[in-house]
């Protein structure tokens, strides 16, 4: 009788072993389609495409038909985004509508990051307005902005695949978007919670990968990038200028490095200006795509007509950039 115990009590083992719940979470596997290779486009400022060489019917065009050689396989983009500056003409609903038909010839879901070029036409009166009465005077146009996106904020975040997509409003300027908030704003906020949910899906293996976008480009990092960026912009049509534009991105930088490794965030995208340069800023890759129809910058400095296929892979993003020519 005392032979036979160990044999029954190893095979009892065997089974809970098998049959009990793992207490690990499970390995994802890099071989299912959320882990697969794959792509998305970004791309700003289509502003004045309608009415001058009209490249931007033709970005929605190659965007719609063409596939990326990836390894061993084609890969075409899986969604859009557009990261503000939609027309020539300042904000309204019209505008909005005619971006809306524009985007029509697109067969894939688009995301949408809010412009200057997305406000009321600026009035350039004495005294200059202060940040918050221009914010209380496009309270009704940000309105019909949501409602005609969708939105119950004009700053949202998604998840595609292992990707996580946050799109920031600093179309002010700041990232104050109601009259009265404070230069620590309830977006930021928000911001802290949402990439604080993100690092949790890290952990889970859901998510790999988290971009940021919005309109202006931060600040530039130092005196050989020079960009139109925040500081410029703010400098130009507020009384509180440059310093205000600052210290709301000093304060977003402070929550990117917070989540930095955590919420692994890969990469910020900005627009506005009307170019395609990359570069670092406090060892964050920077990507500003501007040339999707607007005014350009001299093409010695990047301002060629373009958009960009971000191709995300297990190790990271990686970028093209595709020059557009307009049609003859």
Same mark, same amino acid.
Request: contains cysteine; proline residues 7%.
């Given at each position: 009788?005392?032979?036979?115990?160990?044999?029954?009590?190893?095979?009892?083992?065997?089974?809970?072993? $098998?049959?009990?719940?793992?207490?690990?979470?499970?390995?994802?596997?890099?071989?299912?389609?959320?882990?697969?290779?794959?792509? $998305?486009?970004?791309?700003?400022?289509?502003?004045?495409? *309608?009415?001058?060489?009209?490249?931007?019917?033709?970005?929605?065009?190659?965007?719609?038909?063409?596939?990326?050689?990836?390894?061993?396989?084609?890969?075409?983009?899986?969604?859009?985004?557009?990261?503000?500056?939609?027309?020539?003409?300042?904000?309204?609903?019209?505008?909005?509508?005619?971006?809306?038909?524009?985007?029509?010839?697109?067969?894939?879901?688009? $995301?949408?990051?809010?412009?200057?070029?997305?406000?009321?036409?600026?009035?350039?009166?004495?005294?200059?307005?202060?940040?918050?009465?221009?914010?209380?005077?496009?309270?009704?146009?940000?309105?019909?902005?949501?409602?005609? *996106?969708?939105?119950?904020?004009?700053?949202?975040?998604?998840?595609?695949?292992?990707?996580?997509?946050?799109?920031?409003?600093?179309?002010?300027?700041?990232?104050?978007?109601?009259?009265?908030?404070?230069?620590?704003?309830?977006?930021?906020?928000?911001?802290?919670?949402?990439? %604080?949910?993100?690092?949790?899906?890290?952990?889970?293996?859901?998510?790999?990968?988290?971009?940021?976008?919005?309109?202006?480009?931060?600040?530039?990092?130092?005196?050989?990038?020079?960009?139109?960026?925040?500081?410029?912009?703010?400098?130009?049509?507020?009384? %509180?200028?440059?310093?205000?534009?600052?210290?709301?991105?000093?304060?977003?930088?402070?929550?990117? %490095?917070?989540?930095?490794?955590?919420?692994?965030?890969?990469?910020?995208? *900005?627009?506005?200006?009307?170019?395609?340069?990359?570069?670092?800023?406090? %060892?964050?890759?920077?990507?500003?795509?501007?040339?999707?129809?607007?005014?350009?910058?001299?093409?010695?400095?990047?301002?060629?007509?373009?958009?960009?296929?971000?191709?995300?892979?297990?190790?990271?993003?990686?970028?093209?950039?595709?020059?557009?020519?307009?049609?003859?």
């Amino acid at each position: 009788m005392r032979k036979n115990k160990i044999p029954i009590v190893f095979t009892v083992l065997l089974a809970l072993f $098998f049959f009990s719940p793992s207490p690990f979470p499970p390995i994802p596997s890099f071989c299912s389609p959320a882990f697969a290779d794959w792509a $998305f486009v970004v791309l700003g400022d289509s502003r004045e495409d *309608f009415q001058r060489d009209h490249v931007f019917p033709q970005m929605l065009q190659e965007i719609n038909e063409t596939a990326y050689k990836v390894k061993d396989r084609e890969v075409r983009p899986e969604f859009l985004l557009h990261l503000g500056d939609f027309e020539l003409r300042w904000g309204t609903r019209e505008s909005l509508e005619r971006f809306q038909e524009r985007m029509k010839g697109l067969h894939l879901k688009y $995301f949408v990051a809010k412009g200057n070029h997305e406000l009321i036409e600026p009035h350039y009166t004495l005294p200059i307005p202060s940040i918050h009465e221009v914010l209380k005077a496009n309270q009704d146009l940000v309105e019909e902005y949501k409602s005609f *996106f969708g939105l119950k904020k004009t700053y949202f975040s998604f998840d595609h695949r292992d990707l996580h997509g946050v799109i920031l409003d600093n179309s002010f300027g700041t990232f104050q978007v109601r009259p009265g908030e404070d230069i620590r704003s309830p977006q930021l906020l928000w911001l802290q919670k949402d990439l %604080e949910e993100t690092a949790r899906k890290v952990e889970t293996g859901v998510i790999r990968h988290t971009i940021l976008c919005a309109h202006f480009p931060l600040p530039a990092p130092s005196s050989k990038i020079t960009t139109h960026d925040m500081a410029e912009y703010t400098s130009l049509r507020y009384p %509180e200028g440059k310093n205000l534009a600052k210290e709301s991105a000093k304060n977003l930088w402070e929550i990117l %490095e917070r989540y930095r490794h955590r919420s692994r965030i890969r990469g910020l995208y *900005f627009a506005h200006d009307h170019r395609y340069v990359s570069y670092r800023q406090n %060892e964050f890759p920077v990507t500003i795509t501007g040339g999707a129809g607007a005014i350009l910058m001299p093409e010695e400095r990047g301002g060629f007509y373009h958009y960009v296929v971000v191709v995300v892979t297990e190790q990271g993003l990686k970028e093209r950039i595709i020059k557009v020519y307009p049609p003859k």
